[in-house]
């Protein structure tokens, strides 16, 4: 397995989803601030730079499996802005028909399997589903994402010991932000390094600046490559700092100042942004065209959720049965 440099399609494609994901983020935040919509939002800004370079690695067959912070995973794999929009307002246009939130997402038809909102309950069910591959003999991987905190609850050790004894097409993604919920890094995680982990189960651990975008697809293509070639799974640590509290109305008393500064300061989009027109990957016109068209895109989504109806009372009881109720 070579690595190979990501040409400069691929570096502006990474840019894209990265600004995609900033764009809706920052706008969502913006309509439940302005009373637009109301729910559970845990933003990922901060974090752009870890689904956009590993998307661009993966295939629509490929299998996303990702957490209550994993609206930026979905829109990074294929989930539409306005099917994703439509399902944060509660809408019936929704990808989930507006019954599943922001927690709930879904996209079978790119690969986004399922978001799920128990914590690291993304591994079991990527094991199951790389398991399903193997067993049809297909080339599809499998992508589960967690954050920290997870690495330290049973479905961690018990996904990855299975993975790795029946040597599964899975890739296993620690988005680790530095805090589970309100608790820092240092304080609830035992070891140096999640990555470190993965020598107990007898697979690849990956320690990766998941804030550099390059490094990032790095670190994918290695995995992605070992597990679509049958080589088994692997475990990469994303090192990244979300900007917003554990979810949207939590302050973040608890983050230092110090640190919090730093790590705005070192905001990974911007400073990729100047790095693709440095290294003349893109002209400051190209750039703004993409910000240009991403901003459109976000305001249709916006338009077409906003102007979409709420759920009939009769899909409570539907989608719980195999087969509908009339």
């Excluded at 913006?30 to 661009?56: D, N, V």
């Excluded at 067959?61 to 979905?74: A, K, N, P, Q, S």
């Excluded at 608790?183 to 998941?210: F, L, Q, W």
């Amino acid at each position: 397995m070579g690595i190979t440099q990501p040409d400069s399609k691929t570096l502006i494609d990474i840019y894209r989803k990265m600004t995609l994901i900033k764009t809706s983020d920052d706008r969502v935040i913006g309509a439940m601030k302005a009373g637009r919509m109301q729910m559970p939002y845990y933003s990922a800004r901060g974090q752009e730079c870890i689904p956009a370079a590993i998307s661009t690695l993966l295939t629509d067959e490929d299998y996303l499996v990702t957490i209550y912070r994993g609206v930026h995973d979905m829109l990074a794999k294929g989930l539409p802005a306005k099917l994703l929009w439509a399902e944060l307002a509660g809408k019936v246009t929704g990808s989930c028909k507006g019954k599943g939130g922001p927690m709930h997402l879904t996209y079978p038809s790119k690969g986004c399997m399922v978001t799920t909102g128990i914590v690291g309950s993304s591994m079991p069910i990527a094991c199951g589903l790389g398991l399903a591959a193997q067993l049809r003999g297909e080339k599809r991987v499998t992508v589960a994402n967690f954050g920290d905190g997870a690495s330290n609850i049973g479905a961690f050790h018990e996904s990855l010991n299975l993975a790795s004894v029946w040597k599964l097409p899975v890739i296993f993604v620690c988005q680790n932000n530095r805090f589970a919920e309100h608790t820092s890094y240092a304080k609830g995680t035992s070891v140096a390094k999640i990555s470190d982990r993965a020598a107990g189960y007898n697979m690849p651990g990956i320690h990766v600046d998941g804030n550099d975008p390059v490094a990032m697809y790095h670190a994918a293509q290695q995995a992605i490559e070992r597990a679509r070639s049958g080589g088994g799974p692997t475990l990469i640590e994303a090192v990244t700092f979300r900007f917003n509290g554990h979810l949207i109305g939590d302050m973040g008393e608890y983050i230092p100042k110090a640190e919090y500064a730093a790590a705005v300061a070192a905001d990974p989009y911007p400073k990729y942004r100047s790095w693709l027109i440095e290294h003349q990957h893109a002209s400051v016109a190209e750039i703004d065209a993409i910000d240009a068209e991403i901003s459109a895109e976000i305001d249709e989504a916006e338009a077409f959720a906003m102007s979409s109806p709420p759920p009939d009372a009769i899909e409570v009881k539907r989608d719980v049965y195999a087969y509908d109720i009339a």
